[in-house]
């Protein structure tokens, strides 16, 4: 038998001049808009084309190492198909003290989600743990206590549809930052993300097919980190940055307008 041995894979990333949205920068902190699509920083079958490789082209060597050769600068993560606002530290000082207001739960972070169903209440709180999946390994969901970390996702409804099928938009805010947490904690209560394959019941919610192209045209989730807010890392005063829903997402919404079950209204 011949066994293949396929060539390392260099530890060095090779910057690559990706377009970034920057929202703000400073010696200390760069806050980006992140568009769905893009993968944070590399990892299996994600070896370029990333966050990290258009950070490093724009920072060059200014960027945080605490996060290690494949993560420079990365604080906090958004998964590949959510859009939004994302904090980056320039100096080792600023990823410590950005790690940190993030364990003490004092960065403001907001979503906007769509999600399928009617949600009933008009406000909730979800507190329950995360951990991996315990047959896939590639997922996560909610878990017994002391199977998984503590995890606290509130929520609160904008808009409801009922046509073409049941749905609901949402604010969503993180009280901690567990991987694919809003995803999980919708998706236990029993209204996935739209646009989530990984997290939906299996034969889950259609649609009609103009719906479905509009979900196609997201190029990801309708999940969107439109708020972030902490403290900066040197100077101590209080930022706070709105990025607005990608266009194809606000077309969604503009398209569900007609089908609007007046309930809260938007914030």
Not at 34 to 41: E, F, I
Not at 87 to 94: L, R
Not at 156 to 176: D, H
Not at 208 to 221: D, H, I, K, M, Q
């Amino acid at each position: 038998m011949v066994v293949e041995v396929p060539p390392p894979v260099p530890l060095e990333l090779v910057p690559e001049p990706i377009p970034l949205d920057i929202v703000y920068e400073d010696d200390a902190v760069l806050v980006v808009h992140k568009p769905a699509g893009l993968v944070v920083h590399p990892g299996a079958g994600h070896a370029s084309g990333t966050l990290v490789h258009a950070l490093l082209a724009h920072c060059g060597p200014g960027l945080s190492g605490i996060g290690g050769v494949r993560r420079p600068g990365i604080v906090h993560r958004l998964d590949r198909g959510t859009s939004g606002l994302l904090a980056v530290a320039k100096s080792d000082h600023a990823h410590l003290a950005l790690a940190r207001q993030l364990k003490i739960r004092s960065v403001e972070r907001r979503y906007l989600a769509l999600v399928h169903g009617a949600v009933p209440r008009a406000k909730g709180v979800v507190e329950a743990a995360i951990g991996r999946h315990p047959r896939d390994r590639r997922r996560m969901a909610v878990r017994p206590p002391g199977a998984g970390r503590a995890a606290l996702t509130r929520y609160r409804v904008l808009e409801r549809f009922e046509a073409p099928l049941p749905l609901t938009f949402l604010a969503v805010e993180l009280g901690t930052g567990r991987t694919h947490q809003i995803r999980v904690h919708l998706a236990h209560l029993g209204f996935p993300v739209v646009g989530d394959r990984v997290y939906r019941r299996r034969g889950g919610p259609g649609g009609p097919p103009e719906f479905l192209a509009r979900v196609a045209a997201l190029g990801g989730l309708a999940l969107h980190a439109a708020v972030l807010g902490f403290s900066h890392p040197a100077t101590g005063a209080r930022l706070r940055f709105e990025a607005p829903l990608p266009s194809a997402f606000t077309e969604l919404l503009a398209w569900l307008q007609p089908f609007r079950d007046p309930p809260s209204g938007r914030a």
